[in-house]
């Protein structure tokens, strides 16, 4: 016996009844960015998180006009981002940080 007895993860409480657990706030690099559609936004643009299902289900940023920026991904939190859009909850993110090749976004659930 090793001494470090295996042990399950912490599990995290639920959270308080009057807390939204869809309120998740993203402040996240885009992934996957389509360079053209880059080069038509500027830092300041609104974008509208979506769920895009193409063969399997992605977070996606979307301009006004429709076209995908790029993806949210791999961060803690994006299963029930998933879940949340899922149930019809919006998210809009602003564009924080543009250079080329890179785009940063900062936003959160939208409030009605």
Do not use: W
């Not at 360079?35 to 977070?59: C, E, I, M, P, T």
């Amino acid at each position: 016996m090793s001494g470090n007895p295996t042990r399950d993860p912490p599990v995290s409480p639920p959270p308080p009844p009057d807390v939204d657990a869809c309120d998740i706030p993203i402040d996240h690099d885009l992934e996957g960015i389509d360079s053209r559609v880059l080069k038509q936004v500027v830092v300041g643009d609104h974008l509208a998180v979506d769920l895009n299902q193409d063969g399997y289900k992605s977070v996606v940023c979307r301009t006004a006009s429709g076209d995908i920026l790029g993806a949210l991904s791999a961060f803690s939190g994006i299963g029930k981002l998933i879940n949340c859009l899922e149930k019809a909850r919006r998210y809009a993110v602003t564009i924080t940080e543009l250079r080329p090749g890179y785009c940063h976004v900062r936003g959160g659930l939208e409030r009605s």
